[in-house]
């Protein structure tokens, strides 16, 4: 028998479109470009050749639309894990949920989810303007701890060894790690983005090391964030959701990679704020590539 979604659980809007995005299943493609900035939306969409609709709600602004031949939407998230939780599960929905029927659909379809978004680089091969492909995500958030499957998708190995060499404190809660999609990472970061650890953080402040009236409870923290190593791969970026995004996509059968630009570098304690003339590089690459 299908599993049925009561009303309370999947909660569908009077004009069949999901609560939050406010999106109906027609409306999705296949190939979702993800932004946290809902500003960033149209930068992404004015590069399409035809638009199709363009839904907006709270923080979740969606453009689905053509680039060469290809159909795909382009979805803000707004800031953090928290909605991420939100995006993908109803992105998920839309595609594998019958709305009519509240059931779910027999055949799976697999989305592809492309993260473009903002960063703070933590090694010297970062500075402002580097783009950084995920390879595998360590989350601060905690999110994906509330799924059942949690130890089988994460990289317990890494998720080990990361808490010994920080000496990870318990009072901020189990950190996961997840891996970013292998076959995503090679067609869209190629040979030109530096690739590595990125860390997914529950804020931009204390989480992610930055004291400003609010004394730190480890202020150790990112310099040993930064000597991490293992296997090879070091930490090389902060973000706010590449983690929930990858665990999620792991959990419910989806493609999923992260692609941020560095505009703040954490070394050097320098800071871009016109970055978002530049970001439309990331933007073409990221397009050309999906
Ligand atoms: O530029 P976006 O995609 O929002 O990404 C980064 O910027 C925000 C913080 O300023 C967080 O969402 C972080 O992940
Ligand atoms: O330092 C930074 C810059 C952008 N986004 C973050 O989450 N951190």
Known sequence: MAKYFAE????????????????????????????????????VASHFEEKECEVS??????????????????????????NIDIVVNELDALKNIDFKTRTEKPEHTTLTLVRIGTCGGLQPECPEGTFVASQKSIGFDGLINFYARRNEICDLETEAEFKRQVKWIDQIGNPYCVDNNKELLEQ???????????????????????????????????????????????????????????????????????????????????????????????????????
Do not use: W
């Open 8 to 43: 309370s659980e999947l909660i569908i809007n009077e004009d069949g479109s999901c609560f939050h995005l406010h999106l109906r299943p027609e409306q999705v493609a296949d190939k979702v470009i993800l932004v946290g900035d809902p500003g960033r939306v149209a930068l």
């Open 57 to 82: 709600s709270r923080e979740f602004h969606a453009i689905t639309g053509t680039y060469q031949g290809k159909r795909i939407t382009v979805q803000s998230t707004g800031i953090g894990c928290d």
């Open 188 to 290: 869209i970061a190629a040979d030109d983005m530096v690739r590595g650890i990125t860390i997914a953080c529950g804020g931009f402040y204390g989480p992610q090391g930055r004291e400003l009236r609010a004394p730190l409870a480890d202020p150790e923290l990112n310099a040993k964030i930064e000597a991490f190593e293992y296997k090879g791969l070091r930490v090389n970026n902060f973000e706010m959701e590449s983690s929930a995004l990858a665990g999620l996509s792991l959990l419910l059968g989806h493609k999923a990679l992260t692609c941020c630009m560095v505009i703040a570098n954490r070394r050097a304690k320098r800071a871009n704020t016109g970055y978002k003339s530049t970001i439309d590089n990331l933007i073409k690459v990221v397009l050309d590539r999906i």
